[in-house]
Protein backbone atom coordinates (compact mmCIF):
# COMPACT_ATOMS: atom_id res chain seq x y z
CA UNK A 1 0.00 0.00 0.00
CA UNK A 2 1.22 3.18 -0.56
CA UNK A 3 0.83 5.02 2.47
CA UNK A 4 1.72 8.60 1.14
CA UNK A 5 -1.09 8.80 -1.53
CA UNK A 6 -3.71 7.29 0.69
CA UNK A 7 -2.44 10.71 2.88
CA UNK A 8 -2.46 13.10 0.01
CA UNK A 9 -6.20 11.97 -0.81
CA UNK A 10 -7.47 12.05 2.69
CA UNK A 11 -5.29 15.89 2.54
CA UNK A 12 -7.39 16.14 -0.71
CA UNK A 13 -10.95 15.10 0.81
CA UNK A 14 -10.74 16.83 3.81
CA UNK A 15 -10.27 20.35 1.72
CA UNK A 16 -13.29 19.39 -0.48
CA UNK A 17 -16.59 21.25 0.39
CA UNK A 18 -19.39 19.61 2.35
CA UNK A 19 -21.31 19.21 -0.86
CA UNK A 20 -18.43 17.85 -2.74
CA UNK A 21 -17.43 15.75 0.14
CA UNK A 22 -21.19 14.56 -0.21
CA UNK A 23 -20.96 14.22 -4.40
CA UNK A 24 -17.82 12.12 -3.31
CA UNK A 25 -19.11 9.54 -1.06
CA UNK A 26 -22.56 9.33 -3.53
CA UNK A 27 -19.83 8.71 -6.54
CA UNK A 28 -17.99 5.92 -4.46
CA UNK A 29 -21.30 4.45 -2.74
CA UNK A 30 -22.13 3.46 -6.93
CA UNK A 31 -19.09 2.38 -7.97
CA UNK A 32 -18.54 -1.17 -8.74
CA UNK A 33 -16.25 -3.37 -6.79
CA UNK A 34 -13.84 -5.00 -8.72
CA UNK A 35 -14.90 -8.82 -9.55
CA UNK A 36 -12.65 -11.24 -7.15
CA UNK A 37 -9.89 -12.47 -9.70
CA UNK A 38 -9.88 -16.38 -8.58
CA UNK A 39 -14.01 -16.29 -8.94
CA UNK A 40 -13.54 -15.14 -12.27
CA UNK A 41 -11.28 -17.59 -13.71
CA UNK A 42 -12.23 -21.18 -14.35
CA UNK A 43 -7.99 -22.15 -14.03
CA UNK A 44 -8.95 -26.18 -14.91
CA UNK A 45 -10.27 -25.37 -18.39
CA UNK A 46 -8.22 -21.83 -19.04
CA UNK A 47 -6.88 -22.33 -22.77
CA UNK A 48 -3.85 -20.04 -20.82
CA UNK A 49 -2.71 -22.71 -18.36
CA UNK A 50 -0.65 -25.32 -19.43
CA UNK A 51 -0.32 -23.90 -23.28
CA UNK A 52 3.50 -24.06 -23.23
CA UNK A 53 3.45 -27.95 -22.06
CA UNK A 54 4.55 -29.23 -25.43
CA UNK A 55 7.74 -27.27 -25.04
CA UNK A 56 10.48 -29.11 -24.20
CA UNK A 57 12.50 -26.41 -22.17
CA UNK A 58 9.26 -26.36 -19.87
CA UNK A 59 10.03 -30.01 -18.92
CA UNK A 60 11.79 -28.22 -16.01
CA UNK A 61 10.85 -24.68 -15.68
CA UNK A 62 12.64 -23.84 -12.59
CA UNK A 63 15.81 -24.61 -14.84
CA UNK A 64 14.17 -22.08 -17.06
CA UNK A 65 13.34 -19.67 -15.32
CA UNK A 66 17.31 -19.45 -13.75
CA UNK A 67 18.64 -19.57 -17.36
CA UNK A 68 16.49 -16.63 -17.95
CA UNK A 69 17.77 -14.74 -14.83
CA UNK A 70 21.21 -15.80 -15.60
CA UNK A 71 20.86 -14.23 -19.04
CA UNK A 72 19.52 -11.14 -17.82
CA UNK A 73 22.20 -10.66 -15.37
CA UNK A 74 24.92 -11.14 -17.86
CA UNK A 75 23.51 -8.31 -20.45
CA UNK A 76 23.53 -6.20 -17.49
CA UNK A 77 26.42 -6.41 -16.71
CA UNK A 78 27.35 -5.81 -20.90
CA UNK A 79 29.02 -9.32 -20.92
CA UNK A 80 26.37 -9.97 -23.92
CA UNK A 81 24.48 -8.36 -25.76
CA UNK A 82 20.51 -9.71 -26.59
CA UNK A 83 21.52 -11.54 -29.85
CA UNK A 84 24.11 -13.89 -27.76
CA UNK A 85 23.11 -16.62 -27.02
CA UNK A 86 24.04 -19.07 -23.64
CA UNK A 87 23.22 -22.70 -22.66
Known amino acids: MNVKLVEFLV ?4 SLSSEEQ ?8 HS ?4 SSSAQIDW ?4 FVGMWSDRAEMNDSTD ?3 TLRHKV ?5 GVLSRFDSVQ
Do not use: H, N
Open 32 to 35: EAPP
Open 11 to 14: QVIE
Open 44 to 47: QTDP
Open 73 to 77: SLRAM
Open 22 to 29: DLLGVKLS
Open 64 to 66: WVR
